[in-house]
């Protein structure tokens, strides 16, 4: 065999590995791990927009995984404590708390007493679910016989990123949301534009913001306490 013919041959079946290793299913729920202790910074950047007229926020975002529990349905959930801070110099300050759970099969953070599937396992590119399915709020897309939030798999690089919304509408209303997810350390970015358009009179059309939010939220530090 010439020697062009190998190196094309190693070239073909490295790459056909790649592409194999992507498109396998990950089986692991390392990308939302649970452990009392552990916290992750956020540098945070928010604009809402009320008539169209914008105010800026710039703070960080401590979340820390709190003491578990036995839920309602028999299961383990954990308490996650929300604190913010302007920036470095200040101290935290009480931001509210949420609580997280997960199984073999899905991952679920409850803001409140609304629930999201944030995650379903396995997860591979491609993969689907209701992000929505645990709540009421139903979203703009179908899963099945009802309004849905469809998230989706878009990349595995290897960091898992989650597209929870694509919808680039500029005249009624844009939803645009993806969280990122990395392996033993949990979700390390999202980003949401959500803009309710004026859909009357003469500013329709115009892009005029009646009611929105931009919002960037990275991680800066993560760890255990």
Known sequence: M?????LFLVIF?????????E???ILADEYFPLATGQYIIYNVDSTKILQNV???FTYQ????????FVNGEGNTSYIIQREKR?????VWTPAGTWTARKSTKEAVITEGTTSYVKLKFPLSIGSTWDGNALNTIGGNEQCNDKECDRYEVTEIS???IVTQSNDPDEILRKDLRVETYRKDVGLIYKESTVL?????GDCFGTQFVKNGLVYKQEAAESGGL
């Open 2 to 6: 010439r020697t062009g013919s190998i």
């Open 86 to 90: 302007a920036d470095a110099t200040k």
């Open 158 to 160: 290897p960091d898992v």
């Open 13 to 21: 079946l490295w790459m056909s590995a790649c592409d194999e290793v």
């Open 54 to 56: 914008e105010t800026k």
């Open 23 to 25: 498109r396998s299913p």
């Open 196 to 200: 309710e358009y004026c859909d009357s």
């Open 61 to 68: 975002l401590r979340v820390s995984v709190g003491k578990s």
